[in-house]
């Protein structure tokens, strides 16, 4: 088949059969700068039967961090988040939150029409705040966007101590320690 050749991508890889020889490259990815595909040409060579390449996205995903989940809520600050697959295996860096609440996952994949899923999940959160760590997803349509995420104190939980012996008669002082397992 003479060029050009177009391989369907599919899950991060595609495949097709390629004549020996010197292509230019170009991307056509929906929610990517397809002008930033790495590299941008390529020599096909008998004995070498697979190609890496990049492209790089623009968009900017924040996170807002509050213990209400709300624009004027509380801000917290240490929680932190993964990008992933759908799957929810993990890449890149950790992002954590900082003064005012917002995390920042810079370069993803947005577009008016046609943009990938994003995903990501809480890994992490400061203090007595809890979180929610299940997969979460979203497309963008605009090249900034920012998402309230609440990070609520943990709930205030009365605890009892009683002589195993007498019921009902409270021990007058001694602590409970609880330890994570």
Do not use: W
Request: aromatic fraction near 8%.
């Amino acid at each position: 088949m003479p060029s050009p050749y177009v391989v369907n991508i599919i899950d991060g890889e595609g495949s097709s059969r390629i004549l020996n020889g010197s292509y230019a490259v170009t991307a056509d990815v929906g929610g990517y700068d397809n002008a930033s595909i790495n590299p941008d040409s390529q020599v096909i060579s008998a004995g070498t039967d697979t190609y890496d390449f990049l492209v790089a996205a623009t968009g900017s995903l924040t996170l807002h961090v509050t213990e209400e989940g709300t624009s004027g809520g509380t801000a917290v600050v240490g929680a932190t988040f993964v990008r992933c697959d759908s799957g929810g295996t993990a890449y890149g860096d950790p992002i954590v939150s900082v003064a005012g609440g917002n995390a920042e996952f810079p370069f993803v994949p947005f577009a008016a029409s046609g943009a990938p899923t994003i995903y990501y999940r809480q890994t992490l959160s400061v203090g007595d705040h809890e979180f929610d760590g299940s997969l979460k997803n979203l497309t963008m349509s605009t090249s900034t966007e920012t998402v309230e995420v609440a990070n609520p104190l943990a709930a205030l939980r009365t605890i009892n101590l009683t002589d195993a012996n007498y019921e009902g008669l409270p021990i007058e002082t001694g602590d409970l320690t609880f330890t994570a397992n």
